[in-house]
């Protein structure tokens, strides 16, 4: 198995602008989450899924984020509009028994 | 979901045994201690997990006290590719949900 994937693995883009960040997680696996990392606020937890339903969003920062998991192999996190505070590395992650494989992650620079 | 503290940084040598304490005083009875390592430009990697007692696998070993309010990693014999940021974490396995800290920043040195 290729393992968890993330594209892009860079996005640079300009404040307002639609980023739309995408996964792909291990076959097999019944959840996946999505994670942010900053230097200030370290590794959060944004939001997780499981069997393609949405859990615990709790870590959403507001509204401008929102994300979906259409089925069991595919998920998006969506960032509309963008803003230069949300720059930052964005994970995803999956398991299956309560190890989560991570993604190589999303480098985002918002300027 | 328990919270934990772990020092935040710690130096080493290569040869030497790590050990890293974590901290986790309000540990509840269904959760079990997760460690996780991170290199730089990489996201988490499992290391390793326990309940009790002593876990070991080919990386690591876990040591767990009685109480369970803390808990040990145990890094035999590091190398200069060790050199990562350690995270322990706390929680119900049936919650799948981990919060991570800020981790302890390993700095291996030849």
């Known amino acids: 198995d290729a393992g968890v994937i993330q594209s892009p693995r860079h996005e640079v883009t300009e404040m307002g602008q639609e980023v739309t960040l995408r996964c792909k997680p291990i076959s097999g696996h019944n959840s996946l989450f999505w994670y942010r990392q900053t230097m200030m606020r370290g590794l959060e937890l944004l939001i997780y899924?499981?069997?393609?339903?949405?859990?615990?969003d709790s870590g959403m920062p507001e509204d401008r984020f929102s994300a979906k998991m259409p089925n069991a192999s595919f998920s998006t996190l969506k960032i509309q509009p963008s803003e230069p505070r949300d720059s930052a590395v964005y994970f995803c992650?999956?398991?299956?028994?309560?190890?989560?494989?991570f993604g190589p992650g999303t480098r985002l620079t918002v300027l | 979901l328990a919270k934990t503290t772990q020092p935040i940084s710690m130096d080493s040598y290569e040869g030497q045994e790590v050990n890293i304490t974590c901290s986790h005083n309000?540990?509840?009875?269904?959760?079990?201690i997760t460690w996780y390592q991170q290199f730089p430009s990489q996201g988490p990697r499992f290391i390793i997990q326990?309940?009790?007692t002593k876990v070991t696998n080919e990386v690591a070993s876990l040591f767990i006290p009685a109480d369970r309010k803390s808990s040990t990693l145990s890094l035999p014999r590091v190398s200069l590719s060790d050199t990562a940021v350690y995270y322990c974490?706390?929680?119900?396995?049936?919650?799948?949900?981990?919060?991570f800290g800020t981790g302890t920043r390993l700095q291996v040195f030849p």
């Open positions: 974490l706390v929680g119900d396995l049936g919650t799948d949900k981990l919060i």
């Open positions: 309000n540990i509840a009875t269904n959760d079990y």
């Open positions: 899924f499981n069997n393609n339903v949405p859990i615990d």
């Open positions: 326990g309940y009790k």
């Open positions: 992650a999956s398991s299956l028994l309560n190890e989560q494989f």
